[in-house]
């Protein structure tokens, strides 16, 4: 269909959904889903210069410009659709709150939006620049190839926009506005308060998260917490996540030589620090990747309720592992769910000596792990920390917070150093909450069937300082692709699910509470 032509098809279609609304507003102010549709097919269109212009704003928490720059963006953002808009102060990177209040409302909801993105690599993207989102569809060989972006006027549902954040998180944030614009156009109102908080650092743990939580206690009340953030379910129906796992994290070093010393004339003789923390790792786990350091698994019990709860998530384990291309898979759980119900013990990275083309003959001067521990409300994680830090005393090694001096290194066989630092716990609320039974008939109503109702996310987000500091539910809303890449390179949003983003918060925001 040409543009023009289907411009025009939009427009009718637009068009009529807006008169039947209106025509409906006396009786039932509720669209229906096929209403929802047209409106979400109308919406992506008109705001995809809007999801271009926030991806191109570089967003790396650890560079504060970059920070400043988002935080203006989206003051501006939500000034326009009639937000009353204010900076939280922190020791770092400000929060921002955007407050809309509406007639005759009796509750608030308090939605979370991620606007930091995890840093980038330039070169292992393959466009101009992660900050320049590329319009991309499979050519005929299955691989991902840059079309233009004019191309977008006649998007196809599986067409992909290439940049970081595309979907964690700023696509998320693209649809909730455009959302908004819908709502407006629609002249129509959700019958309870937004407030709607913003985080620039997430992807660092959100430090300054909890404290700010805690002094703006008042500012911040609310009924119930969104979160919009997160893949769907993995067939990319409808999904609602009732919790997610906390994260703490573990730097932990061994050292040999002072100095990188050459392997021929002290291979043998100055003990390898890699070697030693390959070993100290593996001493960790077991051949089934399951936790060996005793306790560690204790306080966690499946019973039969949870189990049926979590055999309800239609997974096709087969098709995640040949997803995944893994011939084998973890022992910790009996299937994927129970395997995300437990806390996890796992290496993001490791670093010594020189590789590539920068390889070296040489005895390295130290090793180092980068390790975080995911966390789930039943474990506590000062109590995993020291169980793992324990382990390491256990196997030989003298355990420090500093870095060792000669002193230090001469009096130990072995010295480690550790460091830690709990960023938040897990979260997690009941199906049958008055936030999720409100959900669950808001997507009902949108996409005509039920949602996929996950108990908890293998993931982490930083909620628990709200619902332990506010004591309010929290429900995630998950609405973007699983595929997407987030966190590495070739980060991507199925325009499909752009789409069906943005019918989901139509759905949420037209839905009675």
Partial sequence: ????????????????T????????????????????????????????????????????????DVEANVVWTESAFA???????????????????????AAAEKTVLIYLQIDGQPVDPGRWFQASPYTPALKQRNATGDWEQIPWSAIENYDEEMRVFARSASDAKGPVAMFLASLDAMADMRMEPNFNIKVIMDYEEELGSPNLPKAVTDNRELLAADMLIIFDGPRHITNRPTLTFGARGIATITLTTYGPVVPQHSGHFGNYAPNPALRLAQLLAS??????????????????????????????????????DRLQLGSIDKVGKNYQEAIQYPSLNIRGMQSGWIDDKVRTIVPGWARAEID????????????????????????FYVTDQMPDKAMRMAHAKVATFTYENSYQSFRTDFDSDVGRWLRSALQRAFEEDPIQIRMSGGSIPISPFVNTLGIPAV???TVNRDNNQHSPNENLRLGNYRDGIRTMLGILTEPL
């Fill in 373 to 396: 521990v995911r966390l789930v409300l039943e474990s506590d994680p000062e109590r995993l920390i020291d169980l793992v830090k324990q382990h390491v005393s256990a196997q030989g």
């Fill in 284 to 321: 960790m786990k077991d051949s089934d990747g399951r936790v060996t350091i005793p306790g560690f698994y204790d306080g966690i019990s499946i019973d039969d309720a949870t189990k049926e709860i979590l055999r309800a998530v239609p997974d096709n384990e087969e098709e995640i592992k």
């Fill in 18 to 65: 807006l008169l039947s609304l209106e025509a409906k507003t006396s009786e039932t102010p509720l669209p229906d889903a096929k209403a929802l549709d047209v409106l979400a097919e109308e919406y992506a269109h008109s705001s995809f210069p809007l999801l271009r212009e926030i991806l191109s704003i570089p967003n790396d928490a650890n560079n504060p410009d």
């Fill in 476 to 478: 995630t809303v998950p």
């Fill in 80 to 102: 326009q659709r009639g937000f009353d808009t204010q900076r939280i102060a922190t020791a770092e990177a400000p929060l921002l709150l955007a407050t809309r209040q509406h």
């Fill in 1 to 16: 269909m040409k543009a023009s032509l289907r411009t025009l098809v939009r427009g009718l279609l637009l068009a009529t």
